[in-house]
């Protein structure tokens, strides 16, 4: 061997625990896509809020080890495409509501049951009871980590009058948000159609949907009360509760260390307390702002929400059991959690 070949060799030996090192510390970087208004950490859809006070309290405890890009208003992906991505590792974490992956992933549909969950006290009690660690082992057999927990009661704005009773459906065009929300739709007779919630304001604009649920925060953040008349809002109660968390590919999940692991499943824990909040005062502020707006704000008394309830228990409900046996087992275990 020659000396400039021995002296290269030797160099690249004493080198390589440097570029080792060097690849080592660089950080990872995560995309986090949802289909909400952008903004900023401090002002904007408590949602994109979240995920961009997500991102910084990360990075702050990792001490830049683990960074982000923010893709708001579907900027990244399609909404119904998420899921799917986040699944096969396409993607690294979302806020998405998981209704949307219903049609591959029937299970998920627990999370916007009609008339399952009626309150935010039952909802986010689920997270440390049967239901939620079962929930969680389904989830992450689909290949998703559950990052916070985060649940939205909703509305439905209407283009005429306020959809209060089933029967005020009937003959309607009207958006539920997911197939069993559609089945009660449907049993009320009304004419479903599905979207995403990013394309109901257009949708009502053109005259193409008569009626449309949504959370709280959604009526606000693509300004419904300009497309529509009347509101029936969540305040009184209600039959629409979604579980819409900050989720994450468990490929992307399983491939940090686990001191990166606990901190990004710390962070949005802690961040469930701010989401509980902002989602009872965007239910509030839905009222309000329909209101300046000329519009007729309705709540629903008890009598309303237990016809919704008795409609989903008949169909529903009874649908969702029997599609297989993680369903069943979902289903009675969130059944154990009425009051």
């Known amino acids: 061997m020659s000396v400039l070949t021995r002296r290269t060799l030797l160099v690249g030996i004493a080198a390589s625990p440097l570029l080792l090192h060097a690849a080592w510390a660089q950080p990872t970087n995560l995309k986090i896509s949802h289909q909400f208004p952008g903004g900023s950490v401090a002002e904007g859809d408590f949602r994109d809020r979240l995920c961009r006070m997500f991102a910084t309290e990360t990075e702050r405890r990792t001490k830049g080890r683990v960074k982000f890009s923010i893709y708001p208003h579907s900027s990244l992906m399609k909404s119904e495409a998420q899921i799917p991505a986040l699944a096969r590792g396409a993607l690294d974490i979302s806020l998405v509501p998981l209704s949307y992956a219903g049609a591959e992933l029937p299970e998920v549909n627990i999370g916007l049951m009609p008339g399952l969950v009626t309150s935010y006290e039952q909802g986010y009690a689920w997270k440390n009871q049967e239901i939620g660690k079962e929930f969680n082992r389904v989830l992450a057999d689909k290949g998703l980590i559950m990052l916070s927990w985060i649940w939205q009661a909703g509305g439905m704005a209407?283009?005429?009058?306020?959809?209060?009773?089933?029967?005020?459906a009937a003959g309607l065009r009207v958006r539920g948000g997911s197939p069993e929300?559609?089945?009660?739709?449907?049993?009320?007779?009304?004419?479903?159609?599905?979207?995403?919630?990013?394309?109901?304001?257009?949708?009502?604009?053109k005259g193409q949907l008569d009626a449309a649920m949504t959370s709280s925060s959604s009526l606000i953040s693509f300004r419904l009360d300009e497309v529509s008349k009347s509101v029936t809002t969540a305040r009184g109660g209600t039959y629409w509760f979604m579980l819409e968390p900050l989720i994450m590919s468990r490929a992307a999940f399983d491939r940090l260390p686990r001191d990166q692991q606990a901190v990004l499943l710390s962070v949005g824990a802690d961040l469930e307390a701010f989401a509980r909040k902002s989602a009872q005062m965007d239910d509030a502020a839905v009222a309000a702002l329909f209101q300046g707006a000329g519009g007729r704000t309705v709540d629903l008394d008890g009598d309303s929400l237990r016809k919704w309830q008795d409609l989903a228990r008949a169909t529903a409900w009874r649908d969702y059991a029997e599609r297989n046996a993680d369903c069943a087992k979902l289903l009675a275990l969130a059944e154990k959690t009425i009051v």
Not at 158 to 168: F, H, N, Q
Not at 183 to 204: C, F, Q, W, Y
């Open 181 to 205: 929300m559609d089945m009660i739709l449907k049993e009320a007779g009304a004419n479903v159609v599905s979207m995403p919630s990013n394309d109901i304001r257009g949708a009502l604009e």
């Open 158 to 168: 209407s283009r005429g009058k306020p959809i209060v009773d089933p029967e005020d």
